[in-house]
């Protein structure tokens, strides 16, 4: 914690103190990005590209900021895309029945600007035809090999006995 400025003192005077003293200590030696120009130094500031800028770095999934029909559309094109991940059929009719729900509910609220809402219901019979095709064909099973098996002889035949 740093200690308090004392009375007498500026606080510009104090401040480029305690900066002298860290730099002394080696508080700013080895910091990630030294020597290195600042990035987008150059452009305009602006508070839309700084909270674009920190989401990204942060990872934060901004799509809950789109308006609802941008979202829904969004969510079909993954869900869509995504059809291969799924493993039954099960699965299949889960997630079209909660995009559907979220369809529903969409529709139910009042449109307060944005796009109008375009999205509709999806036929989970169309989008099983859709995973099915998408799946590989599944491996048949091995062919048995029909082939007779040698019979060995047993060891008292291999054994040469007495020899004349």
């Not at 308006?67 to 889960?94: C, F, I, K, M």
């Amino acid at each position: 914690m740093t200690r308090r400025k004392p009375v007498d003192m500026s606080f510009e005077d104090w401040t480029e103190r305690q900066i002298r003293e860290a730099q002394e200590r080696g508080a700013f030696s080895n910091l990630a990005g030294a020597g290195k120009p600042i990035p987008d130094l150059d452009k305009p500031w602006s508070a839309e590209r700084w909270a674009a800028d920190l989401a990204r770095r942060e990872g934060v999934d901004l799509s809950l900021a789109l308006p609802v029909p941008l979202r829904l559309r969004r969510d079909r094109e993954r869900l869509l895309a995504g059809l291969g991940t799924l493993t039954s059929e099960a699965q299949v009719r889960e997630v079209v029945a909660e995009f559907n729900d979220s369809v529903r509910e969409a529709f139910r609220r009042p449109t307060t600007g944005g796009p109008p809402m375009t999205v509709g219901l999806m036929d989970v019979e169309v989008v099983l035809d859709r995973w099915r095709a998408a799946r590989p064909a599944p491996e048949p099973p091995p062919v048995p090999d029909l082939a007779p098996p040698t019979a060995a002889r047993p060891w008292w035949r291999r054994w040469p006995g007495p020899r004349s």
